[in-house]
């Protein structure tokens, strides 16, 4: 939508800030990601994600590291110390470095919002990449989602096996609308190809064809209004470990189930 408005001779600049600091910002092209900004103040420290999840930040968060410390390709929870007195505090982001030399990064997504029930390894940016590729090359036009893990078997070993359910809402101005099972196979066929962890789950059967969910116009308003979620920074969660979410999206639309 702003790139439509502000129209294809204007460069756009990707940033990174939050309420506690001025993270990073672009210095070159999009996909070389984002220069940490060093020289603002702010002291950061970077805590594996794998640490926090296992232990929680009171146990884990003696195994941060400084920026001379961090890996390229490694998940990272984002923490900050600033002069206005946040003494390592968690911002709830989870960042992936892609050098050192400048220190560059991604934001992929946040701290326990990703898709990993059957070790398929997925962050939210991974499915918003995915879709907006698919939705983008088709013309289908993205108002939100929420991707939730569906168990349908569950061994005596303690395997998981099942798919991922999304739910989505396309604008209602989309010219020729999909079907959810082509979206499905559209998000199933870019996944694969960009996403090993995902092709090898799919490969093995851990992982089933994923299911699409098309909501009418408004059932994400409607829910983010009724948990107060509404307006200001409040953000739509856009994976989840669990069902909770996607419990109260099927309460509401009364999908037949699959």
């Not at 078997?153 to 209602?172: A, C, F, M, Q, S």
């Not at 308003?221 to 979410?245: L, N, P, V, Y």
């Amino acid at each position: 939508a702003l790139r439509g408005a502000a129209g294809p001779g204007v460069r756009l600049h990707e940033v990174y800030v939050a309420t506690e600091a001025l993270i990073a910002a672009q210095d070159g092209e999009a996909s070389q990601g984002l220069r940490l900004l060093t020289d603002q103040g702010v002291f950061f420290e970077f805590l594996p994600v794998e640490e926090l999840e296992s232990g929680g930040l009171e146990t884990a968060g003696r195994r941060a590291v400084p920026l001379d410390g961090v890996k390229v390709g490694v998940d990272y929870a984002l923490m900050v110390t600033t002069p206005g007195g946040l003494v390592r505090h968690l911002l709830e982001d989870v960042i992936r470095f892609t050098s050192i030399a400048p220190a560059r990064l991604l934001v992929v997504g946040r701290t326990g919002r990703r898709l990993d029930v059957f070790r398929e390894n997925l962050h939210e940016r991974d499915l918003n990449g995915a879709l907006t590729s698919v939705c983008r090359r088709q013309g289908w036009r993205i108002v939100d989602f929420h991707v939730a893990p569906q168990v349908t078997v569950e061994t005596l070993v303690g395997e998981r096996r099942g798919r991922h359910e999304w739910w989505i809402e396309l604008n209602p101005g989309t010219v020729a609308t999909p079907t959810g099972p082509q979206l499905a196979a559209e998000l199933d066929a870019k996944l694969t190809v960009t996403h090993p962890a995902y092709a090898e789950r799919r490969a093995r059967g851990v992982l089933e064809a994923p299911v699409v969910r098309l909501v009418m116009p408004g059932v994400f308003e409607h829910w983010r209004r009724f948990h107060g979620r509404w307006g200001g920074q409040s953000k739509m969660t856009r994976c989840a470990r669990d069902r909770a979410i996607a419990s109260e999206f099927d309460a509401m639309t009364n999908f037949a189930p699959h």
